[in-house]
């Protein structure tokens, strides 16, 4: 009996897992005004067999262009880190679309792995909650599929800057001051504005209803920061930091935060460690975005973590 049970459920695994594999399709916002165009990609359920599609160095088991199986799914936003890609979380993407979700990752224009032109600008930083803004406007709107999005239950996943992001979308306002170091020297309209202490308050977006937050880059943010944040949030630390962040930095955003997240710190990670697992080729040329701590599994630990934001948005969304 026990055997025959244990039959069952491997079947209806394996039928579930057929039936629900990660489409692929890329997607392409326009311009608006001033703000240049959004270029990224869309994973979602599909019930054609995946295969290996590579972009690059990148490998990834998913079905190009087939057809969207089902109805009313919910959508979570990627925004990646500085110098990323809409790639950067492809591993994350898939998992959320095999079991039922959405995915949409962008470019931030300017602040990309094949164009650092902005990287270092202040505009960056204004830009990028309005691009998740965009995104959102996009998805819900224009994009073909947009009536099988269920509009109610949309998440958020972002990375280093792209945690940074996803705060003020969520409702965060960093405090940037009147002698930003971005803006030494520079005298563009908004570094203006800065220097005179008239910015406007960026892009907060209340259709966002859960966020699941990794390492945030969080120089900008203060004990009044996260005063009007009211959505849950999945809060993820390295044990060593990087890139600008700290162990200490995620924790205090943490203590911050008006509703207690679920705070994750990873034992023997680095700030890196929340990318996927690099290949051979990458592995070579990109050591400072590959490499680990001597003992850290990243392999393992993206199961774990992958599993972890899924549970969080399937009780947060549905």
Same mark, same amino acid.
């Given at each position: 009996m026990n055997l025959r049970r244990?039959? =069952?459920?491997?079947?209806? =695994?394996?039928?579930? =897992?057929l039936a629900q594999a990660a489409g692929f399709k890329p997607v392409d916002i326009p311009a608006q005004g001033a703000l240049q165009p959004l270029k990224g990609a869309v994973w979602y359920p599909c019930s054609q067999q995946p295969s290996e599609v590579r972009f690059g160095p990148f490998a990834m088991s998913v079905s190009m262009d087939c057809p969207l199986a089902g109805e009313k799914h919910p959508l979570v936003v990627i925004s990646h880190g500085r110098t990323g890609s809409f790639l950067g979380h492809?591993?994350?993407?898939?998992?959320?679309?095999d079991a039922g979700f959405i995915v949409v990752a962008i470019n931030h224009p300017g602040d990309t792995s094949r164009d650092k032109s902005r990287t270092g600008e202040f505009s960056v930083f204004v830009e990028r909650p309005a691009d998740i803004k965009r995104t959102l406007d996009y998805m819900l709107g224009s994009w073909p599929d947009a009536a099988r999005i269920d509009a109610g239950r949309i /998440?958020? &996943? /972002?990375?280093?800057? @792209? @945690?940074?992001t996803g705060l003020v979308a969520i409702g965060a306002n960093p405090l940037f001051g009147k002698r930003l170091r971005l803006c030494e020297g520079k005298s563009d309209p908004l570094c203006e504005q800065?220097?005179? /202490? %008239?910015?406007?308050?960026l892009s907060h977006d209340p259709r966002i209803k859960a966020a699941v937050i990794a390492d945030p880059l969080s120089v900008f943010f203060t004990g009044e920061s996260f005063k009007n944040v009211r959505v849950p949030v %999945?809060?993820?630390? =390295?044990?060593?930091g990087g890139d600008g962040v700290t162990p200490a930095s995620v924790a205090d955003i943490a203590s911050l935060l008006p509703t207690k997240p679920d705070?994750?710190?990873?034992? @023997?990670s680095q700030h890196f460690s929340f990318l996927p697992p690099c290949p051979a080729e990458l592995a070579q040329s990109a050591a400072d975005l590959c490499g680990d701590q001597p003992g &850290?599994?990243?392999?393992?630990f993206h199961a774990d973590f992958n599993a972890g934001v899924?549970?969080? &948005?399937?009780? %947060?969304?549905?």
């Open positions: 244990l039959l =069952s459920c491997l079947a209806f =695994s394996l039928a579930a =897992s492809r591993d994350t993407a898939e998992a959320l679309a /998440g958020f &996943f /972002g990375f280093s800057r @792209g @945690g940074y800065v220097h005179a /202490g %008239q910015l406007a308050e %999945q809060l993820w630390g =390295s044990e060593r705070f994750h710190v990873v034992p @023997g &850290f599994d990243r392999a393992a899924l549970a969080f &948005f399937k009780a %947060q969304l549905g």
